[in-house]
């Protein structure tokens, strides 16, 4: 190490070179663990939460066995708008399960499970809605062209769900005309 003195007159500390190398090899280093970490970390989270979102819809189904997940996604809707409720921050695991019923017949259903909320009335739980296949009956959803959506998804999947990637479904069966 030496002391040089600069334009102004002022003492100044100049690292020999091979030192310089090594501490820039150390800053690098360090600024891309920094930049990483985050990301990384973010990473392992979402793993995470999918992964409680999936134990806790094994947990709601008969058996364990054959049960495959797809589709699973992590969304985050504005729901301003939607009901009386301020517009707390929401996150939601939405996707697929396909399991066999008590009588061994296979079934594709969807789920939504909260994984985040900031509404304090929702604070510690993890809220779960499982689709049930069987019921297919239609409400009218005239917000959307007077289609039929099934109560699962006028309730839970068509808001909490639907994003650009993921349109809103409208399977449910027109009811029967009385007369």
């Not at 190398?21 to 990301?39: D, Q, V």
């Not at 066995?65 to 517009?87: A, M, R």
């Not at 099934?150 to 007369?179: L, M, Q, Y």
Request: hydrophobic share 30%.
């Amino acid at each position: 190490m030496n002391i040089v003195k600069d334009e102004n007159g002022r003492g100044v500390m100049r690292i020999p070179a091979k030192s310089t190398r090594s501490g820039y090899s150390i800053s690098a280093i360090a600024i891309l663990y920094i930049t990483l970490a985050p990301i990384t970390g973010c990473t392992q989270s979402a793993s995470s939460t999918f992964n409680v979102a999936e134990a806790a819809v094994r947990s709601a189904l008969p058996g364990d066995s054959g049960i495959k997940f797809d589709g699973v996604y992590e969304t985050t809707p504005d729901l301003h708008g939607l009901s009386q409720t301020p517009n707390y921050k929401r996150t939601f695991i939405c996707g697929y399960v396909a399991y066999k019923d008590e009588t061994g017949k296979s079934i594709r259903a969807r789920f939504i499970y909260l994984s985040h909320s900031e509404d304090p009335s929702q604070a510690g739980q993890n809220l779960l809605n499982l689709e049930k296949p069987e019921m297919n009956y239609g409400m009218r959803d005239e917000a959307n062209g007077g289609k039929y959506a099934t109560p699962f998804e006028f309730t839970g999947w068509n808001r909490s769900c639907a994003d650009v990637r993921h349109p809103k479904t409208f399977s449910g069966v027109a009811p029967e005309s009385i007369g």
